[in-house]
């Protein structure tokens, strides 16, 4: 459910957000620093990512690579007051990942069947047992995309509680136990820190 302001939902807009804060390179021959600077964090990022997968596999580039900056940027203005975090919604999170699970199985099961049907058995299994564990990889790879959306989705929204959760104490004791009030404020401090890093990592 995403709330609304002015009867707009505010996923929509917060999910439209992003491109507009990407500046676009200009027509001169030398960038300002700012898209230097972009440009610069974009390559870096694609060449980490790319580094151990095969040459087949860099045609991928480009879609990881806007998913992974597109999914950042919301996870760090959802940290920003009043704002409004569409990652911490389990469909968005099951939208963008089961088309590109799906695709990475078709994908698998073209190209290299049975290095792909290989992984549903592990080497060296017993003979009674591998009926049994065919069934259990085949249903842990059907809802791999279901955990993973259920997990981002859980550490996301579990840190933005905190924050609420710890801010509002903070605000309620100001008056009554002001130092206390100052240390739970510390703390809210740096768990908005590791929130940072964590809206970092989930991306």
Do not use: D
């Given at each position: 459910?995403?709330?609304?302001?002015?009867?707009?939902?505010?996923?929509?807009?917060a999910?439209?957000?992003?491109?507009?804060?990407?500046?676009?390179p200009?027509?001169?021959?030398?960038?300002?620093?700012?898209i230097?600077?972009q440009?610069w964090?974009?390559?870096?990022?694609?060449?980490?990512?790319?580094?151990?997968?095969?040459?087949?596999?860099?045609k991928?580039?480009a879609?990881?690579?806007?998913l992974?900056l597109?999914?950042?940027?919301?996870?760090?203005?959802?940290?920003?007051?009043y704002?409004?975090?569409?990652?911490?919604?389990?469909?968005?999170?099951?939208?963008?990942?089961?088309?590109?699970?799906?695709?990475?199985?078709?994908?698998?099961?073209r190209?290299?069947?049975?290095?792909?049907l290989?992984?549903?058995l592990?080497?060296?299994?017993?003979?009674?047992?591998?009926?049994?564990?065919?069934?259990?990889?085949?249903i842990?790879?059907?809802i791999?995309p279901?955990?993973?959306?259920v997990?981002?989705t859980?550490?996301?929204t579990a840190?933005?509680?905190l924050?609420?959760l710890?801010?509002?104490?903070?605000?309620?004791?100001?008056?009554?136990?002001?130092?206390?009030a100052?240390s739970?404020?510390?703390?809210?401090?740096?768990?908005?820190?590791l929130?940072?890093a964590?809206?970092?990592?989930?991306?």
């Amino acid at each position: 459910w995403s709330p609304l302001f002015l009867g707009i939902p505010l996923a929509a807009v917060a999910i439209a957000l992003p491109w507009i804060l990407f500046p676009a390179p200009s027509a001169r021959w030398t960038n300002n620093r700012l898209i230097n600077l972009q440009n610069w964090f974009i390559h870096r990022f694609t060449q980490q990512l790319l580094l151990p997968v095969n040459l087949g596999g860099h045609k991928w580039a480009a879609l990881l690579t806007s998913l992974m900056l597109f999914l950042i940027t919301l996870n760090m203005l959802g940290l920003l007051p009043y704002t409004f975090t569409p990652t911490t919604q389990l469909s968005v999170n099951l939208g963008l990942a089961t088309p590109l699970w799906l695709a990475t199985v078709i994908i698998g099961m073209r190209n290299q069947p049975t290095h792909a049907l290989g992984h549903l058995l592990p080497e060296g299994t017993p003979g009674p047992l591998i009926p049994v564990l065919i069934i259990i990889e085949t249903i842990s790879l059907f809802i791999r995309p279901l955990a993973l959306g259920v997990r981002l989705t859980a550490n996301l929204t579990a840190g933005h509680l905190l924050i609420q959760l710890i801010a509002t104490a903070s605000f309620v004791l100001s008056s009554l136990m002001p130092a206390v009030a100052l240390s739970i404020t510390v703390v809210l401090l740096l768990l908005t820190l590791l929130e940072v890093a964590v809206a970092m990592i989930q991306a």
